[in-house]
């Protein structure tokens, strides 16, 4: 059987290195092709990867037209989503968007449009759908072991945008400073800021946990650096029929939660009418109160199951057997927690609490 072809599109987000050697890793894809204007962008993925030459392009037409592709792995800034899935739509792919959906709500369902009767799926990826503990703590939920959820509590970032390359990579911090104002992270015109980059993972998650429930009103305040023009740090409380959750976003945060889990502690806490449970990200395990067991207590974290140990393998296995991807990956569902982002930046903007926009 001949292997999933995948091009690569943009090389904006860092995370579009990890991705590749995903799709290189797995036996029955192949990375078909690269684009970025910048051929310099996209120099170590070429070489990491083996790419020839035939196969890299930094015009956008050019590389559709050396296609056929089975799938694009987009990683364009934020505000260039929409426009680009609308270009891409036409060539006869699944388009996997790595996080977040969408500058707005109308970019988001903009993209929705697009692809609505090519008979091909967008999926939009969300990192954090892949962390053993967060996955473990959505089991926990739906079996009933803290009965009835009523909130949802997150706090995550990392110290910063430009402090890692793909697969984590460290920056120095005097080239970090040397970036910023040239990096689109830190450009309000392409999406950039802490809360379009994490509050998205909180909302889209947060819905999920949620089993797709919105809340009714948003109130979000962030804060303003001279010098900077995107927020590094928003607090949104989200009002829901049955509670409030809080969902907070940092750039700045002590460590990166993958090498040192700063304090507050990076990841979810759930609380629900018979116990709570914490899902720090990373971790091996969730920590869990009940009223019929009230002590603190962990309960390990499951494996990954083979089929969903990354996005690339969950969601080329759908792809092989004709299924629709779920959960976080659910663009029905991104648009809800879309909804949610884009009622938080009015809000911060308005100072006011705000009913969660349509």
Known sequence: MSKIRIVGISFDHMHMGDLLRMVHEHPDAEIAGLFDPDRARMQSAIETFGIPEAAVFTDFYTCMTAGPYDMAILCAATADHADYAEKLAPHDLHIFVEKPFAASTEDARRMIAAMDGTGRQMIINWPLRWVESHVTAKRLIDEGLIGELREVHFYDGNRGPLYH??????????EVERQKPSSWWY??????????????????LGTWYMNGEAPLEVTCTVDETPGIEVDQHAIAVCRYAKGLSKMETRWGTFTDPWTT??????GFVFVGTDGTI???DYADHVTVQTRTRPARHDIPADPLPEGERNAIEYVLGCLAQDRKVSGP???????????????????????RTLELLQ
Do not use: F, H, N
């Open 165 to 174: 390359l793909a697969d984590k990579v460290e920056v120095s911090p005097a």
């Open 187 to 204: 450009k309000k015109a392409s999406g950039g800021g802490s809360l379009l980059d994490y509050l998205g993972y909180g909302a889209t």
């Open 261 to 266: 889990q700063p304090l507050p502690t990076c």
């Open 278 to 280: 914490s899902s720090p």
């Open 329 to 351: 990956l659910d663009p029905a569902l991104c648009l809800t927690a879309q909804r949610i982002v884009d009622t938080a930046v009015q809000s911060a903007a308005k100072k």
